[in-house]
């Protein structure tokens, strides 16, 4: 009977855990207010092209990562609506200290940086194109 308890038990954490998990899936994410006052803008983020003055999408992606295409199509989807916007894509394991520094723990993940170069939105998994636009409206201030 025990044994009947503690199965039951670890199957609904784990379905609760995998709910959960799947429901933060592709979703965007802020990561906090915009302003002027925040953190500053990290140095690795210079290196790899990610600059104040225009918004950016910085897409971390491996070869390996089979969802890391969708993410791609979704990206290149989007993007023409908003011109001023730059997409950089980043192979992890060519910036694996700048995937550490910025907490990057899965792939795919995209992040959204404003035009002050602040890290503005947070998108693990693979996005839907309408919450990828909304986050870049937020972003640029421009309407898609």
Do not use: Y
């Amino acid at each position: 009977m025990t044994g009947i308890i503690i199965l039951g038990s670890a199957t609904a954490i784990a379905t609760a855990v995998g709910l959960l998990w799947q429901r933060r899936h592709g979703s965007v994410i802020a990561t906090g207010p915009a302003t002027h006052e925040r953190a500053p803008h990290h140095e690795g983020l210079a290196e790899a092209g990610v600059l104040p003055g225009h918004p950016t999408v910085v897409h971390f992606t491996a070869v390996w990562c089979g969802p890391c295409a969708a993410v791609r199509r979704v990206i290149e989807d989007t993007l023409p609506e908003f011109p001023e916007v730059t997409h950089i894509e980043l192979d992890i394991d060519e910036h694996a200290q700048l995937g550490r520094d910025l907490s990057i723990l899965s792939l795919p993940t995209t992040l959204l940086f404003d035009t002050h170069g602040h890290q503005r939105f947070r998108i693990p998994g693979v996005p839907t194109r309408e919450a990828l636009s909304e986050a870049l409206v937020s972003v640029s201030g421009q309407q898609g």
